[in-house]
């Protein structure tokens, strides 16, 4: 079960970790009504936990989400929610290979020119990495349907997992950053 926590921690942290941004995707149903939707909450036992326990990564994503929720108007209510909210987390093990040309090139020590060696040789690269993806799913819980599922994608680095609280916030308010609904007032 330690490798679900360690796989957990390695796909979240993917925003402030990766060499780029990650790649945020979002869609919604429109059939959705979120001019009712006010409170929300979490499912019992979310992705990102174990069989056994709530993992740590669980609960740093839960006080992102509770941010990001406030800041669109919606109230926490663990009894009764209209949205419930989970998470999701995966990961590929990813392999680029390319030729690029290359050549050699030499300066005549007499009289200063340079050049190249013969003919253009290729060299063949081989780039290899972990992309990790985070999903948050909101659920309507009156339909029992998704109502919005948010998405990064990136690398994951040496870096984010040795300090994840930090990415983990910034894939959360990336990922809500593409959320366009805010909470009616009650």
Same mark, same amino acid.
């Given at each position: 079960? *330690?490798?679900?926590? $360690?796989l957990a921690l390695g796909l979240v942290v993917l925003a402030a970790g990766c060499t780029s941004s990650p =790649? $945020?995707?979002s869609d919604y149903d429109p059939s959705g009504d979120?001019? *009712?939707? =006010?409170?929300? #909450?979490?499912?019992d036992r979310v992705g990102t936990?174990?069989?056994?326990y709530s993992t740590l990564i669980t609960q740093i994503l839960k006080d992102a989400v509770k *941010? &990001?929720?406030?800041? *669109? #108007?919606y109230y926490y209510d663990e009894s009764?929610?209209? %949205? &419930?909210?989970?998470f999701f987390v995966h990961s590929d093990e990813k392999t680029r290979v390319s030729t690029v040309p290359t050549s050699s090139m030499y300066v005549d020590p007499w009289y200063g020119h340079y050049g190249y060696w013969g003919a253009t040789r290729y060299e063949t690269r081989v780039d290899q990495w972990t992309e #990790?993806? %985070?999903t948050i799913d909101l659920v309507d819980m009156q339909r029992e349907q998704i109502v919005w599922e948010g998405s990064a994608v990136g690398r $994951?680095? &040496?870096k984010a997992l040795k300090a994840p609280r930090e990415p983990i916030n910034n894939a959360v308010t990336a990922i809500f950053a593409d959320y366009p609904f805010t909470a009616p007032n009650r």
């Open positions: 079960m *330690r490798k679900i926590a $360690i =790649k $945020i995707y979120f001019s *009712r939707y =006010k409170t929300y #909450g979490f499912f936990d174990n069989a056994q *941010r &990001e929720m406030a800041v *669109r #108007g009764n929610p209209d %949205l &419930e909210v989970n #990790g993806t %985070l $994951i680095t &040496e």
